[in-house]
C-alpha cells in the first residue's frame, strides 16, 4: 500500500489538533483535507470520498457521532472506515463509538507513532476487505458463467441422447426439437410460470425416452400393430418414468412425469393409468398434443405426412377427448406459429 495513493479526511472543530495530525499525517505521505464541522464533513465526503475519515467526537452543531451514524446510513459511504480520536475516555463513549460503526478509538493525547500505526493498519484492511470483495465477485461471476456452460452442456446432451433414441424408431432428431419447441410454446401460451415452462421445454424431448426398452420389431412395423404388440408398446410409457423416477435433478423430474403421462387421455382412454382431466399432470397434457401433431405432420415407417390442415381438423375433432380444451383452443389460435416452428426445424 503506497500512502501518496491514500486520502485522509480530518474532522475536527479545533484548528490546532487539525494541524497537529496535518504535519506527521503528510510526512508519511497521505494525502489530508480537513474539515472543522460535521455538516462541512459530510459536504466533502459527498463530493469526493476519503480512503480514511479521523473524527472527532465533541463539536458543535453535530457531534462526531451524529456524523458517523449518517454516514454508515448511506450505502454508498458505509463502507468508509471512521476513526475516533477524542479526549473523552469514559467507557460508553467507546462503546457508542464501535457501536455505530467506528473502526478504532484513539483518546488525546496521542503520540503521533500510535496514530500512524493505527492508521496504517487500518488502510491496509480497507483495502484487503475491498480486494477480497472484487475477488468475491470475480468467483461468483466465474461460477455463474461455469453453471451457464454446465446448463448448455446438459440441454445438449438431453438432444442428443433424445434424438439418438429417436433414431432407434427410424425418426430424426428434428422431431424432438420440435416437440420441445411446440411444447414451451404451448406452456407459454397457457401462462405457465417461466421455471416449469423452462422445465417442460428441457424435458420434452425425453418423452419417447421408454422406447429404448421396445424390441425393433414392432418398433419398425410398416402396419398396424397387434393387439399383442399394441400392449408391449405401450409399456414404453412406465419403462420411461422407471429410467427417470429417481433422480433427484429438476429436468429429470419432470421427463418422469412426461414419459408416464404424455399418453394418458382427456376423456380418461388413454394409458397407462386413465387418468382424466386435470388427474394428468399439465406437462403431459402439453406434450401429447405437440407430440401428435409432429407426429401427423411428419412421415412415419406406418404413414405418410398430412398437411397441416389435416392435422388441424383432426386436433380440433379430439377436442375434450384426446385434448385437453383450454390447449385445442390455444392452439388453434396460435396455430401459424406453430406452422412456424415446424417449417424452422424440418428434417
Request: glycine share 4%; proline share 3%; with cysteine.
Amino acid at each position: 500500500m503506497k500512502a501518496e495513493n491514500k486520502e485522509i479526511l480530518i474532522v475536527d472543530d479545533k484548528l490546532t489538533n487539525i494541524e497537529l495530525l496535518n504535519s506527521f499525517l503528510k510526512k508519511e505521505g497521505y494525502k489530508v483535507r480537513n474539515a472543522t464541522n460535521g455538516k462541512t464533513a459530510l459536504l466533502s465526503v459527498s463530493a469526493k470520498q476519503p480512503d480514511l475519515i479521523i473524527l472527532d467526537i465533541n463539536m458543535p452543531d453535530m457531534n462526531g457521532f451524529e456524523v458517523c451514524k449518517r454516514l454508515k446510513a448511506n450505502p454508498k459511504t458505509e463502507h468508509i472506515p471512521i476513526m475516533f480520536i477524542s479526549a473523552l475516555n469514559d467507557l460508553e463513549s467507546k462503546i457508542e463509538a464501535f457501536r455505530i460503526g467506528g473502526v478504532d478509538y484513539v483518546v488525546k493525547p496521542y503520540s503521533s507513532e500510535e496514530v500512524i500505526a493505527r492508521v496504517h493498519t487500518h488502510l491496509e484492511l480497507s483495502d484487503y476487505q475491498h480486494h477480497l470483495e472484487e475477488k468475491v465477485a470475480e468467483g461468483l461471476h466465474s461460477i455463474k458463467k461455469l453453471n451457464e456452460e454446465l446448463e448448455s452442456t446438459q440441454n445438449e446432451m438431453i438432444i442428443t441422447v433424445a434424438s439418438i433414441l429417436d433414431a432407434k424408431e427410424n425418426a430424426t432428431g428434428k422431431h424432438v426439437m420440435r416437440v420441445a419447441e411446440f411444447s414451451k410454446l404451448l406452456a407459454e401460451l397457457y401462462k405457465l410460470d417461466k421455471e416449469t415452462t423452462e422445465l417442460i421445454y428441457k424435458a420434452a424431448p425425453l418423452h419417447d425416452a421408454g422406447k429404448v426398452a421396445i424390441p425393433d420389431e414392432i418398433l419398425h412395423k410398416p402396419g398396424p400393430l397387434t393387439e399383442e404388440e399394441r400392449v408391449i408398446m405401450n409399456t414404453h410409457a412406465i419403462k420411461g418414468y422407471e429410467i427417470f423416477k429417481n433422480s433427484t435433478k429438476p429436468i429429470l423430474q419432470m421427463a418422469a412425469v412426461i414419459t408416464k403421462e404424455h399418453h394418458e387421455r382427456w376423456n380418461g382412454s388413454g394409458y397407462p393409468y386413465g387418468l382424466k382431466g386435470y388427474e394428468i399432470h399439465i406437462a403431459g397434457r402439453i406434450v401429447i398434443l405437440a407430440d401428435v401433431f409432429d407426429a401427423l405432420t411428419h412421415k412415419r415407417v406406418y404413414k405418410e405426412a398430412w398437411s397441416y390442415e389435416e392435422a388441424l381438423s383432426y386436433i380440433l375433432a379430439e377436442r375434450g377427448f384426446l385434448f385437453e380444451p383450454k390447449l385445442v383452443d390455444l392452439f388453434s389460435a396460435n396455430y401459424e406459429e406453430f406452422i412456424a416452428i415446424d417449417k424452422k426445424f424440418q428434417d
